[in-house]
């Protein structure tokens, strides 16, 4: 599980950079970035595992950390195998390996992966990781899988939609289950006033944002001195790479809620939800689809 940015954090820091531009880009400069980006992620693994925002403890003592919409969604994985994109250091992987899946986790930074190798061992639970950079996964992994499974603030990180969902329908077998769940772009498009109103302020899709680093994570205090690149993609822009790439869309679901409070005004529900004290259901949080190949 990856998650997001504080908004106004983000885009006091972040400097647009024209998306045509972008695309112009030769392919050195963008491995340039995603390296850029996993020397940031390896130095958030140990920030983050130390965190009460990811109670690695409770994790230990037999906590689950996947939410309940998507294991409601993805529905039973009993003896199904199942690929976690950008994992992290495994939390989500492994819970989804303690709900019977045959589970491998896969993440660019080596750092990350190093940590989940170790907790999976500890535990003695039977997850896999691989480190890879998404796009280099067919040549590290010639499998297919039951499932896809990807969650919370991954698609910033991504460059190349369209290439992302290529590597979804190679890893699926025949018949097989993709399955995010994301924060909604629509929120980015906002920032919040003095008076506690959401007014639109920032473009929605089709642009990159740099970061020049030295501040902290949305888990912990210790400040990340890496820098980062992250892009910014409609939800239009998603679904139609996934249906590119060959995959047949079962649903898009979107949720006037969060698992995160990004927002000051916002208020954790019963359910432990964060949604806004006004107007909630005038605002898409986040979004999940299921698809098949």
Known sequence: MLLPWLPSFRRDLAHAVDHAQANQTGLNELDRRLETNRDNWNERTPVHAASDFYDVEGFKAGDITLADIERREVGD?????LLHLQCHFGLDTMSWSRLGAVATGVDFSEVAIELARSLNDELGLDARFIRSNIYDLPDALDEQFDIVFTSYGVLTWLPDLDGWAEVIY?????GGTFYIVEFHPFTDVFEQSDSGDMVPTYGYQD??????GNEPSYAGSHPIESPTYEWQHG?????????????????LHEFPF???RIWPVSERGDDGWWRFTKHNDSYPQMFSIRATK
């Open 207 to 212: 642009h990159e944002l740099f970061f020049e």
């Open 170 to 174: 190679k890893q699926l077998r025949p």
């Open 258 to 260: 969060n698992s995160y």
């Open 235 to 251: 939800l239009g822009e998603i679904v139609t790479a996934l249906v590119k790439a060959g995959l047949r869309i079962e649903f």
């Open 77 to 81: 994985v009993s003896d199904k195998t």
